[in-house]
C-alpha cells in the first residue's frame, strides 16, 4: 500500500512540476556537457522506476560528443519523452536513444515501439493542454518545446501508427549568449 501511495505522490508532484515549469518564467543556465552521461542518468531514473518496468532502454552513437545545455532543464525533456513512450507501450517494448554529432549541433533521436500517433494528432502535440490520455496534463512536450527553444534547439516528432514514434531532440554545439 505504501507503494501505492507514494506511486501516486510521485504522479502528482509531476503533474505539479509541469504546471510550474509551464507558468513559471525560468532561463537555462547553459554549459558544455557531453550528452551521453545526461542520456544515461535519465535511462538510470527511468530504470529504477516501475513505470519503465517492461521497457528495455539502448542508447548507442556519437558518445563524446557535447553540447550547450542546462543538464536540469535537458534531463527534464527527455524524461518527458521516455514517459510518453512508456506510456505508448501497454506490453513492454524499446526505447532506443541514439545520440549524433552533425556539424553545427548534436541530436538525440528518442525511438519507441509504441502505438505511434494519427497524423492530426501529430500536429497538435505541442499545443498546451493537448493530451489522448485520461490523465494526461497534455504539457509535456508543450513544455519540452519551451525548453529546447530556450537552448536554442527544437523537438520534432515522427510517428508510424501502430510501429512506433521517434521525437528528435537538436542542441547547439557550441554555447551563444
Ligand atoms: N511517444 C509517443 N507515442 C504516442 N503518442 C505520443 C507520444 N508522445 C506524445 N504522444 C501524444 O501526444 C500527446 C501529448 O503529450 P504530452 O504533451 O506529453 O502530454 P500527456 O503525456 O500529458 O498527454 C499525448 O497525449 C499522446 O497522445
Ligand atoms: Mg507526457
Known amino acids: 500500500m505504501m507503494k501505492e501511495i507514494l506511486e501516486q505522490v510521485g504522479r502528482v508532484d509531476l503533474t505539479v512540476r509541469e504546471l510550474l515549469m509551464f507558468a513559471k518564467p525560468w532561463r537555462p543556465e547553459k554549459s558544455l556537457c557531453e550528452l551521453w552521461p545526461v542520456v544515461a542518468a535519465v535511462v538510470a531514473r527511468a530504470e529504477s522506476n516501475s513505470t519503465f518496468r517492461d521497457v528495455v532502454f539502448e542508447v548507442s552513437g556519437d558518445l563524446t560528443v557535447a553540447a550547450a545545455l542546462d ?80 537552448h536554442g534547439g527544437s523537438i520534432a516528432i515522427e510517428s508510424t501508427r501502430g510501429a512506433g514514434t521517434r521525437v528528435t531532440l537538436t542542441l547547439p554545439r557550441t554555447i551563444k549568449s
Open 71 to 150: 543538464p536540469f532543464l535537458f534531463e527534464q525533456v527527455i524524461w518527458n519523452v521516455f514517459l510518453n513512450g512508456a506510456q505508448a507501450m501497454h506490453r513492454g517494448g524499446r526505447i532506443l536513444c541514439a545520440i549524433e554529432s552533425l556539424p553545427e549541433s548534436a541530436r538525440v533521436a528518442i525511438t519507441d515501439t509504441g502505438s505511434g500517433l494519427s497524423a492530426e494528432a501529430q500536429d497538435n502535440v505541442f499545443r498546451p493542454f493537448f493530451t489522448t490520455k485520461t490523465r494526461g496534463t497534455g504539457l509535456g512536450l508543450a513544455v519540452s518545446r519551451q525548453i529546447m527553444e530556450a
